[in-house]
């Protein structure tokens, strides 16, 4: 599904460039569920960034379902992303004038569908998620975990072959999160291919494979959990 050959990428400020990812290889097939573990300023969003096409590498190459990734312009990279790509972040990003469901529902409102449709899809997603009862509720009335999952809810309504999470559960406390990571699990046992960014050891064991990122290399690659995410669902 991903594929990442010798990926390089350098910030420039002023004189001075910082190079954050130096020769990353990483491969990710159909249906893992991979985190990328490494300490703050690791350059664990940057690499998710350029999986997920909001920013390019310097060096290296990447493929995406068998799709190059190189020198694509603004509207054909959009495309891929709307199609290949959902994004899950730390603080949500929801549209706090719109209720749970036109949050969700409003991709595919960029994708053309009409509104009884939308609205249709986008109830599925929302129960799916365990929160149908809360379609009408803006997200000022929904709690952290409850954001997070109309979140989740709106990455996944478009079916996107993969599910990019960059700490997800950043802003929750614990108990949520564990909560958050066991939805993940479970849409992951439905056969989504998901990669989660974190810092937090016990969200990187509730992945199937830790890729750990120190000073711009992979140090660690290596599988944690083949128990079947089935069980919990
Ligand atoms: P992580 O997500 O692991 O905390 P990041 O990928 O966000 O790490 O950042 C890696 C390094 O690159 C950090 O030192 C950060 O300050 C720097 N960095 C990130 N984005 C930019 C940017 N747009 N411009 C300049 N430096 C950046
Ligand atoms: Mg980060």
Known sequence: MIKITGLHKSYHIGKNSLHVLKGINFNV????????MGSSGSGKSTLLNIIGMLDVADEGIYTLDDNL??????????QYRNKFLGFIFQSFNLINYKTAL??????LYYKGLKRMERQEIAMEYLTKVGLADWATHLPSE??????????????MVTQ????LADEL?????????????DLIQKINAEGKTILVVTHEE??????????????GVIVEDKVVNQ???TTHV
Do not use: F, H, W, Y
Request: net charge positive; hydrophobic share 45%.
């Open 69 to 78: 990734i190189k020198d694509m312009d603004e509207t054909k990279s959009a």
């Open 142 to 155: 929904l709690s952290g975990g409850q954001k997070q999952r109309v979140a989740i809810a709106r990455a």
């Open 169 to 181: 559960t950043g802003a929750l406390d614990s108990k949520t999160s564990t909560e958050v990571m």
């Open 202 to 215: 016990d969200i990187a064991m509730m992945c199937k494979r830790i890729v750990r990122l120190k000073d």
């Open 160 to 163: 996107p072959k993969v599910l």
């Open 102 to 107: 036109e949050n969700i529902a409003l991709p």
């Open 29 to 36: 097939n159909e249906g893992e569920l991979v985190a990328i």
């Open 227 to 229: 128990i079947k995410a």
